[in-house]
């Protein structure tokens, strides 16, 4: 068994390949896990008591951890000195580090190496305990599950078929060993007197039975989650998104994380809804990353303190000294109740005021608004915006950027030479920042890349931006937001990434309804006396896919606002064009056109018209869930009585014909069946007679203790088959050529019915809903040491 | 325990060498039953051990008809009966018989003891001195008499019914475990319900009723049935099922002495003759269980502790016998 689970626990191994870069990550490992199973096994062969092993396994691990993880500073290389032992703590701080601060596959470092063999130890001394120790195989299941678990959460590509199909097997194995351990256990096979029809018959049961079982547990498995709303898949990702604060300076993890979560989901689900002033409501921000480390944008830490506290107005952006002009417009926005908590408003450009419940803070930089307390869910806040949207000739003019701190230009020096070049050449003639910030977003919009929300990998070594840039073109926005900021502040534009939510679709009834799908990343880019504006170099790609409700600003579109829309879809009209240059027009589209918002597109359009309430698309089957649930629970009520009787029909088919002895104790084990069924007592002390004789009297009260009900003694025919019954029994257990007893069937279903008759109702509908006889614990054991006996 | 009182007890495949049986005991008991009534049990008990050619101990307090009880076992089978009145100065002499010098024929004449006979009847065993009680006991064990260097059997069938009285000790020499052993069963009267009591007024009121008692069967038919009791199966798992039950009561922590491997063949023999009874031609777990008590508990002796607990050993036997789980399909 020891054996067994190290084999299981090492064709475990393949499982984190996804998550661990390197080759030779899995070596120590494999080899604590190897050192602590065969500690097991063999101590196990003395047949002493097996308390000491796991004592024994944790000594083997920590003395063999030394020399592999600590070599240098050990005593000859083997023993552990004190400076090992900080060693080999410091390595294990490394591990977690860089566990911590790398996105999957994280590099196999001597740190991440130590952590995964101790990991594998503990797994294989838990395993060595459950399978071997407690003779529980099965439990170790759940330890492989959490292995399992590990690519699942952090990678997106999830197990690879062949490493889930290696720990299966690797799991059965350990089972049938288990099972063969056991069948060993109980002495050497005796074939089974029945001939082989009956065999057959039992077998098809058999199969038939565990494929039941198995379908109804599939069944389940599909039909449960649908039915009931607060057991989404989405819901675990809510675990699993952390904000964490330290003192007053609040970091979040990676935005860019879970706006590909939020991108990959497959449901589309509505985020906020929310109501505006605005003809055309502008993006909605949730995060500004502004430093780019070379190969990731990550925000600079915010602070908490009172000087952020908002209490009213916001602070004016970099580049303003006052107010803008440009009317107010207030949006009112309710975030969605079944949304994770977002510690990070999603805010129009620019806000001045915020009026939300609880204490929330403004970074005056970025003007993200933000909390350090846990904000409810289903949060309802309105914002007050500036409605400036500045026009190209107004960017066109715009100088070098004086009012903003250089930072916003700083790229790492490690940057590939040809993405430089790349830009150099796009903006080569362009004048202005503008002019250079259209050129470059136009490299992006021209066709020229593609669309795809699960781009493929970029190969070990390449840079991935430059991968990206020049070699396969394909991403989805948070690669075109990155690409094209790192870009402009190539071409000496201030810029940043902001992430967030698109404006979503026009619902009927004026609100606005912002779904995950919705979600997106967009480069800001800082122009002198106009702030910071975006832009989208996102594409709409072709054949329906791309960022749906993505918009390109006026400004941004090159022309003035009448030109070319490249990251427009179709349907779209009315969410593209900017109110300060049309808005009548833009005005009457929304309403003019509803029917455009249900236009084929690549988007699911359902939460949007369900919410709405304006669906024609077809017959309503949200039904089907929930009556597939109920059905399901149904068939898992019912498969106890579904295998009883499925047991009593075979039981009943096999009385006529063949040996009567064999007959006599198949009706017999079935009237013991039924009596367990009923409430009544079965002991392996009785003979047949004795309990022919009890049972004559079940129900009576004198006997078997009644459930319920008044005394209802079995009849006096159901006596009489009881009666014959045992003495079949008895003739074919004891006598030397057991005699045939014609009626078997007949008596049996007379004897049933009668103790059932006597038993009253709730005992039957117990019988017959939660047959007891299908318990082993309600079985009486067979008689001991009869193996011995029998010929 | 009833045993086929009703319900067709002896559906279980009546043949034609126990049908005989059964007629035969039935008659022996309607016949014994004309002199006590009311103690079906007792008669069945007293008939197996007859068939199982075993001997039978009963043990009561004076006066509830053991003594009727083996006279008119006897009376029924018409075959010769002893009695022996045990009284301390009774010798082993008078048990086995004594050779006679005939002084005109010039040699030794056996003149046979009252052991000479198919029923022997001790009355109050208990009274008689160790050396009598061994030697009624040793013809019980062999079926033989040795006196004087000669060696002459027995004539089957050969039953030592012995009574013996629990509740006089004064002047007694209780049975050792070793002589208990001998007896196949042990039985008690018991007192009669009140019905059996009051016809029991009625029906010796003019006369004995063991005078009208006429004998229903013989010694060779009894013989012959004892032939038919051997040949009754006893299934490997029932084997298994007595061997264990006597084991158990060598394991039991409330017995400080066990039962012999004689227990084991008593039990057997008995089991059979009591299904042969039952009409059937082999043994189920009922005829061990009814027969475990009677078998197995005079030959106990209870540890201290369940003295302690007043537990006697027909108790504990019982107790066993409710753990022991029966035979099951083989």
Known sequence: ?791 | MSLGTHHGGRGGGVQEDVGEIVAVADRVRGAIETVIEGKPEVLRIALTVLLAEGHLLIEDVPGVGKTMLAKALGRAVDCSVQRVQFTPDLLPSDITGVSVYHQDRREFEFNPGPVFANIVLGDEINRASPKTQAALLECMAERQVSVDGQTRALERPFMVVATQNPSDMEGTYALPEAQRDRFMARVSVGYPAPQAELDMIDSHSSRSPLDTLVPVTDAAQIRDLTDRVRAVHVAPGMRRYVVDLVNSTRTSPDLRLGASPRATLHLVRAARAYAALDGRHYVVPDDVQALAVPVLAHRLLPAPEAQMERLSPEQIVAKLVARLPVPGPQ
């Open chain 1, 1 to 791: 068994m020891p054996l067994a689970s190290l084999v299981c626990l090492l064709s475990a191994l393949p499982l984190l390949g996804t998550v661990v870069r390197g080759e030779t990550w899995w070596v120590p490992a494999a080899f604590v896990t190897t050192a602590v199973c065969g500690i097991s096994a063999l101590y196990r062969l003395s047949g002493w008591n097996s308390l000491p092993v796991p004592f024994l396994q944790l000594f083997a691990v920590a003395f063999l951890s030394t020399p592999l993880f600590a070599p240098h500073e050990a005593l000859l290389g083997l023993l552990p000195t004190w400076d090992s032992l900080e060693h080999l703590a410091q390595v294990f701080g490394e591990g977690v580090a860089s566990i911590d601060g790398n996105a999957p596959p994280v590099a196999a470092s001597y740190g991440v190496t130590m952590i995964i063999a101790l990991v594998f130890a503990v797994f294989a001394m838990a395993s060595d305990f459950l399978a071997v120790t407690a003779r529980c195989p099965g439990m170790v299941g759940g330890l492989l599950l959490a292995l399992v678990t590990v690519p699942l959460v952090v990678d997106d590509a999830g197990v690879g078929a062949v490493a889930a199909a290696s720990c299966a097997l690797g799991f059965l194995f350990l089972l049938a060993v288990d099972m063969w351990v056991r069948g060993r256990e109980w002495g050497t096979r005796v074939p089974d007197g029945r001939d082989p029809s009956a065999r057959l018959l039992g077998r098809v049961l058999r199969v038939a039975t565990v494929s039941a079982a198995s379908a109804a547990a599939v069944l389940l498995a599909l039909t449960v989650p649908l039915a009931v709303p607060s057991l989404r898949s989405d819901a675990f990702y809510a675990m699993a998104d952390g904000a964490y604060t330290g003192g007053d300076v609040l970091t979040t993890t990676h935005p860019l994380v879970s706006l590909r979560r939020e991108l990959g989901a497959s449901s589309d689900r509505t985020v906020l809804t929310y109501r505006t002033d605005a003809e055309q409501p502008d993006y909605l921000r949730t995060y500004v990353l502004n430093e780019f480390d070379g190969e990731n944008w990550t925000m600079t830490p915010v602070s908490a303190s009172g000087d952020t506290l908002v209490s009213g107005e916001l602070p004016l952006p970099a580049g303003w000294d006052g107010e803008p002009d440009g009317g107010p417009v207030t949006t009112r926005i309710s975030l969605d109740s079944d949304s994770p908590r977002m510690d990070f408003l999603p805010l129009p450009y620019w806000a001045r005021a915020v009026d939300a419940p609880g204490e929330w803070y403004a970074d005056p930089d970025s003007l993200m608004v933000f909390t350090t307390d846990s904000p409810p869910t289903g949060l309802n806040f309105s914002v007050e915006t500036v409605d400036r949207v500045p026009t190209g000739d107004e960017l066109a003019g715009s100088g070098a950027p004086v009012s903003l701190p250089g930072d916003h230009r700083n790229l790492p020096s490690g940057l590939d030479p040809s993405v430089q070049a790349l830009t150099d050449g796009l903006v080569e003639g362009a004048e202005s920042p503008y002019e250079r910030a259209l050129a470059i977003q136009e490299y992006f919009t021209g066709g020229l890349f593609t669309y795809d929300l699960s781009p493929p990998g970029v190969p070990e070594g390449a840079d991935p931006l430059s991968h990206f840039l020049l070699e396969d073109r394909v991403g989805y926005c948070e690669q075109f937001a990155g690409a094209m900021a790192v870009m402009a502040r190539q071409a000496d534009i201030p810029a940043r990434v902001a992430v967030g939510y698109t404006a979503g679709e026009r619902m009927g009834d004026g609100r606005w309804a912002v779904t995950v799908g919705d979600a997106h990343a967009w480069p800001e880019l800082y122009f002198e006396g106009a702030g910071w504006v975006r832009f989208e170099p996102t594409p709409a790609a072709s054949g329906g896919e791309g960022q749906g409700s993505a918009t390109v600003p006026d400004y941004a579109s090159g022309d003035g606002g009448a030109g070319e829309r490249p990251a427009e879809e179709p349907g779209g009209p009315d969410t593209e064009s900017s109110p300060s240059t049309d808005p009548s027009e833009d005005a009457e589209e929304p309403d003019a056109s509803p029917g455009a918002d249900e236009a084929p597109e690549d988007r699911e359009t359902e939460p949007a018209s369900a919410s709405g309430g304006g669906s024609d698309a077809g017959p309503d089957l949200s039904w089907l869930p929930a009556a597939g649930g109920a059905v399901g629970a149904l068939l898992l009520l019912a498969l106890p009585a579904l295998a009883r009787a499925l047991l009593r029909w075979s039981r009943t088919a096999s009385l006529s014909g063949g040996e009567p002895a064999a007959a006599a104790h198949t009706a017999w084990r079935e009237l013991r069946d039924t009596c367990l069924d009923l409430g009544g007592p079965w002991a392996p002390t009785e003979s047949p007679r004795a309990t022919a004789e009890r049972l004559s009297r079940f129900g009576t009260g004198t006997d078997v203790p009644r459930p319920d009900g008044v005394p209802a003694p079995v009849p006096a025919e159901a006596v009489a088959a009881l009666w014959r019954l045992a003495l079949a029994e008895e003739s074919a257990r004891y006598a030397p050529a057991p005699t045939g007893a014609g009626g078997l069937r007949a008596d049996l279903a007379a004897a049933c019915a009668g103790l059932a008759a006597a038993a009253g109702r709730g005992a039957r509908v117990r019988a017959a809903l939660l047959p007891r006889s299908l318990a082993p614990w309600h079985r009486p054991r067979p008689a001991r040491d009869l193996a011995a006996t029998t010929p």
